[in-house]
Nanobody, 115 residues
Framework: QVQLVESGGGLVHPGGSLRLSCAAS????????MGWYRQAPGSQRELVAS???????NYADSVKARFTISRDNAKNTVYLQMNSLKPEDTAVYYC?????????WGQGTQVTVSS
Protein backbone atom coordinates (compact mmCIF):
# COMPACT_ATOMS: atom_id res chain seq x y z
CA GLN A 1 0.00 0.00 0.00
CA VAL A 2 1.38 3.38 -1.03
CA GLN A 3 0.95 6.34 1.29
CA LEU A 4 1.06 9.89 -0.05
CA VAL A 5 1.67 12.84 2.26
CA GLU A 6 1.00 16.31 0.87
CA SER A 7 2.07 19.67 2.18
CA GLY A 8 2.25 23.29 1.12
CA GLY A 9 -1.33 24.46 0.65
CA GLY A 10 -2.75 27.61 2.17
CA LEU A 11 -4.18 31.06 1.56
CA VAL A 12 -2.48 33.41 -0.88
CA HIS A 13 -3.35 36.70 -2.58
CA PRO A 14 -3.92 36.83 -6.33
CA GLY A 15 -0.56 36.95 -8.10
CA GLY A 16 1.16 35.09 -5.27
CA SER A 17 2.94 31.76 -5.22
CA LEU A 18 2.73 28.45 -3.40
CA ARG A 19 4.71 25.23 -3.61
CA LEU A 20 3.04 21.89 -3.01
CA SER A 21 4.97 18.74 -2.12
CA CYS A 22 3.87 15.13 -2.09
CA ALA A 23 6.02 12.30 -0.75
CA ALA A 24 5.18 8.67 -1.50
CA SER A 25 6.20 5.75 0.68
CA UNK A 26 5.47 2.05 1.01
CA UNK A 27 5.53 1.25 -2.71
CA UNK A 28 6.62 -2.25 -3.72
CA UNK A 29 6.40 -1.47 -7.43
CA UNK A 30 8.02 1.36 -9.29
CA UNK A 31 5.99 4.54 -9.37
CA UNK A 32 5.42 5.53 -12.98
CA UNK A 33 3.29 8.66 -13.20
CA MET A 34 2.96 11.19 -10.39
CA GLY A 35 1.05 14.43 -10.44
CA TRP A 36 -1.73 16.63 -9.21
CA TYR A 37 -5.46 16.91 -9.72
CA ARG A 38 -7.68 19.59 -8.25
CA GLN A 39 -11.34 19.89 -7.41
CA ALA A 40 -13.19 23.13 -6.82
CA PRO A 41 -16.60 23.20 -5.09
CA GLY A 42 -19.31 22.07 -7.47
CA SER A 43 -16.81 21.01 -10.12
CA GLN A 44 -15.33 17.74 -11.31
CA ARG A 45 -11.80 16.76 -10.39
CA GLU A 46 -9.42 17.87 -13.15
CA LEU A 47 -5.82 17.09 -13.99
CA VAL A 48 -3.45 19.95 -13.24
CA ALA A 49 -0.08 18.43 -14.13
CA SER A 50 1.64 15.08 -14.39
CA UNK A 51 5.19 13.80 -14.76
CA UNK A 52 6.44 10.35 -15.67
CA UNK A 53 9.42 8.61 -14.13
CA UNK A 54 11.53 9.62 -17.15
CA UNK A 55 10.44 13.24 -17.05
CA UNK A 56 7.64 13.56 -19.59
CA UNK A 57 5.38 16.38 -18.41
CA ASN A 58 1.80 17.32 -19.14
CA TYR A 59 -0.06 20.45 -18.00
CA ALA A 60 -3.65 21.57 -18.12
CA ASP A 61 -3.99 24.51 -20.52
CA SER A 62 -5.24 26.72 -17.70
CA VAL A 63 -1.96 26.44 -15.75
CA LYS A 64 0.65 26.38 -18.52
CA ALA A 65 3.38 29.01 -18.06
CA ARG A 66 2.30 29.55 -14.44
CA PHE A 67 2.77 26.15 -12.77
CA THR A 68 5.84 23.93 -12.84
CA ILE A 69 5.86 20.27 -11.87
CA SER A 70 9.05 18.48 -10.89
CA ARG A 71 10.01 15.20 -9.35
CA ASP A 72 12.74 13.64 -7.26
CA ASN A 73 12.68 9.93 -8.14
CA ALA A 74 15.14 9.01 -5.40
CA LYS A 75 12.78 10.48 -2.81
CA ASN A 76 9.54 9.46 -4.57
CA THR A 77 8.47 13.08 -4.20
CA VAL A 78 6.64 15.33 -6.62
CA TYR A 79 6.44 19.12 -6.40
CA LEU A 80 4.13 21.70 -7.89
CA GLN A 81 5.40 25.27 -8.01
CA MET A 82 2.41 27.55 -8.55
CA ASN A 83 3.07 31.16 -9.59
CA SER A 84 0.78 34.00 -10.65
CA LEU A 85 -2.07 32.38 -8.80
CA LYS A 86 -5.61 33.38 -9.69
CA PRO A 87 -8.87 33.09 -7.72
CA GLU A 88 -9.96 30.38 -10.15
CA ASP A 89 -7.05 28.24 -8.95
CA THR A 90 -8.85 27.87 -5.62
CA ALA A 91 -9.48 24.17 -5.04
CA VAL A 92 -8.46 21.12 -3.08
CA TYR A 93 -5.32 19.75 -4.72
CA TYR A 94 -4.81 15.99 -4.70
CA CYS A 95 -1.53 14.27 -5.35
CA UNK A 96 -1.53 10.87 -7.06
CA UNK A 97 0.99 8.15 -7.79
CA UNK A 98 0.44 5.39 -10.34
CA UNK A 99 2.13 1.99 -10.37
CA UNK A 100 1.47 -0.94 -12.69
CA UNK A 101 -1.17 -2.29 -10.32
CA UNK A 102 -2.97 0.73 -8.89
CA UNK A 103 -3.35 4.50 -8.55
CA UNK A 104 -2.96 6.00 -5.09
CA TRP A 105 -4.21 9.35 -3.80
CA GLY A 106 -3.20 11.83 -1.16
CA GLN A 107 -5.63 13.29 1.34
CA GLY A 108 -5.81 16.63 -0.45
CA THR A 109 -4.55 20.08 0.47
CA GLN A 110 -6.59 23.26 0.24
CA VAL A 111 -5.34 26.13 -1.91
CA THR A 112 -7.28 29.37 -1.59
CA VAL A 113 -6.49 32.42 -3.72
CA SER A 114 -8.27 35.48 -2.43
CA SER A 115 -7.69 39.12 -1.68
Amino acid sequence: QVQLVESGGGLVHPGGSLRLSCAASGNRFRINDMGWYRQAPGSQRELVASITSNGIINYADSVKARFTISRDNAKNTVYLQMNSLKPEDTAVYYCYARTVINTYWGQGTQVTVSS
